[in-house]
């Protein structure tokens, strides 16, 4: 089946420092997400982006996230001046159309574990 | 999103069925109910979903009520790499992404 890829894995930043999460979302997807999970907390929805824009985002997805998808194929997550509390991993998904969910699953990446110290 | 209530936590034996049970009885006509899981720290994975009719795949099967205020997630022979949160989620009909509750943790024994 095909695969969300992430990288890294894991990053250590300290506070203050400018972060960028790198995805490969499947070739085909229309579709991107960011995802994060705080530890031992529930998997929070960040942003979503369609179509070269975002196109909806969460109240967590402040002027420090932003999104970009710099080449057709890479989706970035950039975190300007991490806080201890960006702590979190981060999922980037896809789907393949820009409709409703109606039919269609979210494919998710294995994840990049940010630590901010 | 219509709000979904799942277990805390269930133990199932491995090889018998694990039954997971989601209450979703503010659903409206037109939406559907989708089950994810997440096994330990990676990403969630979907598993199924379905309007009103039973539907099947090589994961699980989900059992919707005639009322469709309440599904049950089937995983026929549980192993234990079943063991992972389950969650179970109702999005709007207009909806374009997943909201996560807390979900169900599934233990597989052996």
């Known amino acids: 089946e095909p695969e969300v890829t992430q990288t890294p894995s894991h990053q250590v930043t300290q506070m203050g420092q400018e972060v960028i999460l790198r995805c490969v979302p499947i070739s085909n997807h229309l579709y991107f997400y960011w995802y994060r999970q705080i530890l031992g907390q529930k998997v929070e929805f960040l942003v979503s982006?369609?179509?070269?824009?975002?196109?909806?985002k969460s109240e967590i997805f402040d002027d420090q996230f932003s999104v970009e998808r710099p080449d057709g194929s890479n989706f970035t997550l950039k975190i300007r001046s991490t806080k201890l509390e960006d702590s979190a991993m981060y999922f980037c998904a896809s789907r393949e159309t820009g409709g409703f969910l109606i039919y269609e699953k979210l494919f998710f990446g294995s994840g990049t574990q940010l630590s901010v110290l | 999103d219509a709000k979904t209530t799942q277990p805390t936590s269930m133990d199932c034996a491995e090889g018998r069925a694990a039954n997971l049970p989601c209450n979703h009885s503010t659903i409206s006509g037109n939406e559907y109910v989708y089950w994810y899981r997440q096994i330990h720290s990676q990403g969630p994975q979907y598993i199924i979903h379905g309007l009103k009719n039973n539907e099947t795949n090589e994961m699980a099967s989900l059992i919707i009520t005639e009322d469709r205020k309440s599904s049950t997630l089937i995983l026929p022979h549980a192993t234990l790499r079943d063991t992972a949160v389950y969650y179970c989620?109702?999005?709007?009909?207009?909806?374009?992404?997943?909201?996560f509750g807390s979900g169900t943790q599934l233990t597989v024994l052996p």
């Open positions: 982006f369609y179509n070269n824009e975002i196109s909806e």
């Open positions: 989620i109702v999005p709007s009909g207009s909806a374009r992404q997943l909201t």
